[in-house]
Nanobody, 127 residues
Framework: QINLAESGGGSVDPRGSLRISCAYN?????MGWFRQAPGKEREAVAL????????SYSDSVKGRFTISKDNAKNSLYLEMNNLNPEDTGMYYC???????????????????????WGQGTQVTVSS
């Protein structure tokens, strides 16, 4: 059983920065971050392919967000810079099953590709 627990969300001013974390008990080949704004579908924002060593980002966050992982701490991070109100939402840590050996292309990655989810952490960007 994979357990994921997010932390570090909060409120921040536009153009501010925030880092959210995800503690896990076991890593999987593909892990990442999704977000869901009120009334919108859950979307992938950053994926980390642990076997290929490749990170990928949605167009909306590319250049502003950075996904990283600390194997010694069993933690996944999302560093978010130059935040804007459109970044507001619940952020979820996700992990694929061991059958998901490669991360899907992020433009088509959906919640059904991932088997394990955290409870989410709220990020609110407003002045």
């Amino acid at each position: 059983q994979i357990n994921l627990a997010e932390s570090g969300g909060g409120s921040v001013d536009p153009r501010g920065s925030l880092r959210i974390s995800c503690a896990y008990n076991y890593a999987r080949p593909c892990m990442g971050w999704f977000r869901q704004a009120p009334g919108k579908e859950r979307e992938a924002v950053a994926l980390i392919d642990n076997l290929e060593g490749i990170n990928s980002y949605s167009d909306s966050v590319k250049g502003r967000f950075t996904i990283s992982k600390d194997n010694a701490k069993n933690s996944l991070y999302l560093e978010m810079n130059n935040l804007n109100p459109e970044d507001t939402g619940m952020y979820y840590c996700a992990a694929g099953s061991n059958l998901l050996r490669r991360c899907p292309r992020i433009a088509v990655a959906g919640p059904s590709d991932f088997s394990y989810w955290g409870q989410g952490t709220q990020v609110t960007v407003s002045s």
